[in-house]
């Protein structure tokens, strides 16, 4: 039986996989999307509406269970006993670091990946940031301008749905938006105090967040309802008005009848035609049977999130030369591992406001304050370079009842009654890309289905440091300015790496093939008919979080790939 | 010996009833050489010098295969190697079996360490410390108290049971609660890796390491 040639195998099936999906079928294209955990079915699994007291462990899950098989996932804020199912077995999916350098590696495994339990904050990034290296001497520019992609950023604004406040910022250029989310009272307050201090570049503004504030797409069969605010996003949106690719770019590439969905389907690396010097297909091991396939196209996109995709081209190759895998002439791959840096902000008390309850439940959504240092001469800083971004809010949540004092029934009226207005700004640090800080395959550990294990080694450095520092300064004074109260300021030690979520790197692009391992629309210089998409293209990370660019970035190194189609490049 | 037979038909059966594909039109597939058998992984729970060893897998998740009692330790062609007794779940016999110390992943208790730690300021008295709601905006700052790790909190050991043919590879953390011995062990098994990694002397780190286990648990 003669074997099937897709135009395209795009592995991975999360925000960025369902982007190429869609993009490369509405071209016309025929595409298999691999995906390495199961099917999801919406209707079973997602539990939006489930109270605390319908689940056997109140909504914390079982603790020793937790701990046994989910040691790393289970420090994430949503790794629940409502979503732990979101989140991989650690021991089925292993990964090794060096002793005393932790990394977290948070990763799903099933359709639609993490696009299920992102956080959905969506911003633009701006020339401050693709162009970095010429405003600042550090590291390298991005091989595009951010006027290249801004067709994109709309494209994937429309179609997703992006709900946020029009701002005018040079710093986080404005979106194609929804109408935005309000502001809390102690929010406005926030904006109110910020804006007296006649910073240019600080502004307090609602988060832009891939919820939708209005029904989308209405009488297409891209439909989706507005939310309706039950604020449990990260169990999976029976409404689909968050964006995941399970529910709105898979299925408009379903009804192209152009795509092939294979879950269970764990890729282990690309297979190479040693003729032609290019890619034929790519290997795979059933999930299931562990029975091992191949599947072959005449191209690859890899889409399996930032390391997953670095780990499958590290182990396409031996170690050839003194470099490790495919499209590696370069020894880039797997250098310039980065992650946004937390730990430094401020928390406090509001006073001023009633402290009725207000309700807030359900606005899964905060503020966001951009960057606003090292813009201009005048926000320019002796001690770091690049900047970072705040997000937080200001609301009355009901773990403030923790501080009531008393007891008795004097506390439970206090509690009913009194409900103080909190206050919280935490932010997200750019990490400046260095080479130190990598992936490689741990020849010793594999996974559950034999694939070898990726080594993390990573750990900030004094620029992330500093910058910590100072966030908790300037935390602390816009709180002061709100005139707020009991502000407990931090300054670090930072985050650990990766806890963030928002890791970049290791497969990064650039103009330059002996510096780079992508060209400018992600294609390995390498090998031609090999694309890497998602996070593994950053040149740098910015600090605004990734995955609206991800998908920009996809949506254009689609359209490329569909016009050399067309030229018959492949 | 019994299990493996039945757990051969278990999967031809289920593969039969669902395969992996059925959502999709199934793509020609080519089957591929087998470069090598994968290794089974199970998860490790290490309590004192004891570790339970449980399935991973989907057929029998979080069944117990056996459990794996450290006596010693010692450096063998450049790894860590282990001395132990193995003792299968729900049988009487043991064995004398001998596992590698593969790799070691670093985690540390708190990913947020900013959030409780003495390095975090106070501009003025806070008597109630608030708190708000954790979610990804403000996890940092509402994080839990800083605990102090080994730096090797898995451990991925490779070992070859008496009833299976093929080597496994375990994954080992530690029991949360009640377990001084076991963080105790961790720690002297973390310094001897941190001592091959680093190319430092062996001889004191594996003597401590060799001190803990002859102790009576």
């Known amino acids: 039986m003669a074997q099937k040639v897709y135009d395209a195998i795009v592995v991975g099936s999360g925000a960025t996989g369902g982007w190429a999906a869609k993009e490369l079928t509405a071209r016309g294209l025929e595409v298999l999307v691999l995906e390495a955990g199961r099917k999801v079915r919406p209707e079973e699994e997602y539990n939006m509406v489930a109270w605390p007291y319908e689940m056997p462990f109140r909504g914390f899950g079982n603790r020793a269970e937790l701990e046994r098989t989910q040691p790393i996932q289970s420090r994430n804020y949503a790794c629940n006993e409502y979503s732990r199912k979101w989140f991989v077995n650690d021991l089925e999916n292993p990964y090794t670091t060096p002793p005393d350098r932790p990394f977290y590696w948070i990763r799903g495994r099933h359709t639609g990946g993490r696009s299920l339990q992102w956080g959905r904050q969506s911003y633009r990034l701006s020339n401050f940031d693709f162009k970095a290296k010429s405003l600042d001497g550090y590291g390298d520019d991005w091989p595009f301008t951010y006027e290249e992609l801004i067709p994109y950023y709309e494209r994937v604004e429309e179609f997703v749905g992006i709900s946020g406040r029009e701002e005018k910022l040079p710093q986080l250029p404005d979106s194609v938006f929804l109408p935005p989310m309000n502001f809390t009272c102690g929010e406005w307050k926030l904006r109110q105090a910020v804006d007296r201090m006649r910073d240019k570049w600080r502004r307090v503004t609602i988060g832009r967040v891939a919820i939708l504030t209005r029904p989308i797409h209405q009488g297409t069969p891209d439909a989706r309802a507005a939310c309706h605010y039950c604020g449990n996003c990260e169990r999976g949106c029976d409404t689909n008005s968050y964006y995941a690719s399970i529910s709105s770019t898979l299925p408009a590439a379903t009804r192209t009848r152009k795509m092939t969905l294979l879950p269970n389907a764990v890729a282990s690396h690309i297979v190479m035609d040693k003729r032609t010097g290019r890619a034929r297909g790519v290997h795979y091991v059933d999930g299931v049977t562990r029975a091992h396939r191949e599947v072959f196209g005449k191209v690859v996109l890899l889409c399996a999130g930032t390391l997953e995709s670095t780990r499958i081209l590290l182990n396409s190759a031996p170690v050839e030369g003194g470099t490790e895998g495919l499209c590696n002439s370069s020894g880039a791959l797997g250098h310039y591992l980065m992650d946004h840096a937390g730990g430094g902000g401020a928390s406090g008390v509001l006073p001023g406001l009633t402290t009725e309850y207000q309700s807030q439940v359900g606005r899964a959504n905060g503020i966001y304050i951009p960057r606003f240092r090292n813009l201009d001469r005048a926000s320019k800083q002796a001690g770091f370079l690049r900047g970072y971004g705040f997000q937080g809010g200001a609301n009355q949540p009901v773990q403030m009842a923790k501080g009531i004092p008393g007891f008795g029934a004097d506390l439970k009226r206090k509690t009913r009654e009194q409900h103080p207005w909190n206050i919280n700004l935490g932010g997200f640090g750019e990490c400046l890309a260095r080479w130190e800080n990598h992936v490689r395959i741990d020849r010793d550990v594999v996974d559950a289905w034999g694939i070898p294990a990726l080594h993390i080694d990573m750990a900030f450095g004094d620029n992330e440091r500093a910058m910590i520092e100072d966030m908790g300064n300037t935390a602390g004074e816009m709180l002061e300015a709100v005139g707020a109260t009991e502000i407990r300021i931090s300054q670090g030690p930072t985050s650990v790496p990766g806890i963030l979520i928002h890791e970049v790197g290791t497969a990064r692009m650039g103009s330059d093939p002996k510096t780079s391992v992508l060209n400018k629309f992600n294609q390995a210089w390498d090998v031609g008919n090999v694309f890497v998409t998602d996070g593994a293209c950053y040149v740098s990370s910015a600090n605004q979080n990734p995955t609206l660019t991800m998908m920009a970035i996809t949506a254009r190194a689609c359209e490329y790939i569909a016009e050399e189609f067309k030229a018959g490049s492949f | ?217």
């Open chain 2, 1 to 217: 010996m019994i299990v493996k037979p039945r757990i051969r038909i278990l999967i031809a059966s289920l593969a039969l009833l669902f395969p992996a594909a059925s959502v999709a039109q199934r793509p020609a597939l080519k089957p591929a050489r087998r470069a090598k058998a994968p290794l089974q992984v199970a998860s490790g729970l290490m309590t004192g010098n004891r570790i339970e060893v449980r399935r991973t897998d989907w057929i029998r998740e979080g069944a117990p295969l056996f459990e794996y009692a450290i006596a010693g330790a010692a450096i063998v062609e450049g790894r860590l190697e282990l001395t132990g007794t193995l003792r299968e779940a729900g049988g009487q016999q043991t064995a004398a079996v001998r596992a590698t110390m593969l790799s070691t992943t670093a985690r540390s208790a708190n990913p947020w360490p900013s959030a409780a730690s003495a390095t975090a300021r106070e501009r003025a008295p806070a008597r109630n410390q608030p708190e708000g709601e954790r979610n990804e905006q403000t996890q940092s700052l509402y994080s839990g108290a800083t605990e102090t790790g080994s730096g090797c909190e898995l451990l991925y050991l490779k070992l070859t049971a008496p009833f299976q043919r093929e080597p496994l590879q375990i994954g080992v953390v530690l029991a949360p609660r009640d377990n001084a011995r076991g963080i105790e062990i961790n720690q002297a098994l973390c310094r001897v890796a941190r001592a091959i990694k680093t190319g430092a002397d062996l001889a004191e780190p594996l003597g401590r390491l060799n001190q803990l286990l002859s102790q009576k648990s």
